[in-house]
Each structure stands twice: as structure tokens, then as C-alpha cells.
């Protein structure tokens, strides 16, 4: 709930030049009514009453031409971020399942171990020991040597759009959310 005063707090300061007393919610501009519900974590937006006709109201016009993303101006936050995956674990390094058109890479969304399968006695023998799927396997004498590449999927993130709100002492603090009805 901190997280969520720090984005009301930030709005208020920002958006009311003259505080009214009779000032509500639905007096914030359609950008700044995003905002808030899209940084509401505990309940998401989904489970707060003001925040689904706004929220249903961007969801319908995302899938019109044209779109446009409504800005809160006030907050200072801009148009929010998207990452589909969640990080990969440390020792692992992003990798593609796929290629795509013209050679491209698709999407990121594997998570590469590489192992030295000579210097680990149990795996020499039998390498199927590892998680995940074995990507890539070399034994020779080259500078790659006993290398074996295993690739996990990557997971996706539950909330894979993020706003980045400045708080009170101008640092952006990350808040992350998802469109789903």
C-alpha cells in the first residue's frame, strides 16, 4: 500500500495546483486515471472498483489505429515499458528458441547455462543429467573443448507492463501491471 500513496502522493503534488476540497478521482485527466490504477499492486486494478472503466476504456483503444497512450503529464512517468520475460537466473544468459523473418532472432525467450561437461566427472558420462535440453554439444579439440549448452524456457512475466514513477526525492520507482480482463 506504501507504493500506491507514494503514486497518489506524487499525482496530488503534481496534478492540483490549488487543492479543492471537492477534488475527486474522476477529476484526474484519462492519463493520470491509468496511472494510478495500473500502480494500484494490493489490490490490482482489477479488484478496484474506479479503476476497471478506465482501465477497460484503454484496453479497447489499444486495439484501435492509431493508438496512443494517454500520458499523465503531471507524474512526470511518460508511456510505460513492457518486458514479456522475467530475468534469467544468475549463471544463465538470454537466448532464442527460434529465428525469425530475414534472419532476425525471435523472441528472447530461452535462458542458456553453458556447462563444461570434461571437468564435471558425473556429467562426462551421462550429460542427459541436466535440466533442460541440451542445445548445443562439443567435444573436440577446439577452443570450445567439452562444452555443452542447456537451454530452460524462459518464464513470462504476470505483469509484463511497467510504469516508472518518480517519487518525492525524484527517484523512479518501478511499478508493474498487466492488461488482462
Not at 6 to 16: H, K, N, P, Q
Not at 142 to 164: E, H, K, L
Request: proline share 8%; aromatic share 10%; hydrophobic share 35%.
Amino acid at each position: 500500500m506504501r507504493r500506491f500513496s507514494i503514486v497518489v502522493a506524487a499525482l496530488a503534488a503534481g496534478s492540483f495546483t490549488v487543492w479543492r476540497p471537492d477534488a475527486k478521482a474522476d477529476d484526474a485527466s484519462w492519463g493520470c486515471q491509468v496511472l494510478l490504477c495500473a500502480a494500484s499492486q494490493t489490490p490490482s486494478w482489477h479488484g478496484v472498483s474506479y479503476c476497471v472503466p478506465p482501465m477497460t476504456r484503454l484496453i479497447a483503444a489499444m486495439k484501435k489505429p492509431g493508438f496512443a497512450w494517454p500520458i499523465c503529464h503531471e507524474a512526470n512517468s511518460g508511456k510505460p515499458g513492457r518486458e514479456d520475460f522475467e530475468e534469467c537466473p544468475a549463471g544463465t544468459t538470454v537466448g532464442y528458441s527460434s529465428q525469425g523473418d530475414n534472419g532476425w532472432r525471435g523472441e528472447p525467450d530461452q535462458c542458456i547455462k553453458t556447462v563444461d561437461v570434461c571437468r564435471s566427472p558425473n556429467l562426462r558420462s551421462d550429460a542427459t543429467k541436466l535440466p533442460g535440453q541440451t542445445i548445443r554439444r562439443s567435444f573436440g579439440n577446439d577452443d570450445n573443448g567439452c562444452v555443452q549448452q542447456i537451454s530452460t524456457p524462459r518464464p513470462r512475466r504476470a505483469d509484463p507492463y511497467f510504469f516508472d514513477i518518480p517519487n518525492d526525492t525524484g527517484v523512479k520507482e518501478r511499478f508493474w501491471f498487466n492488461l488482462n480482463h
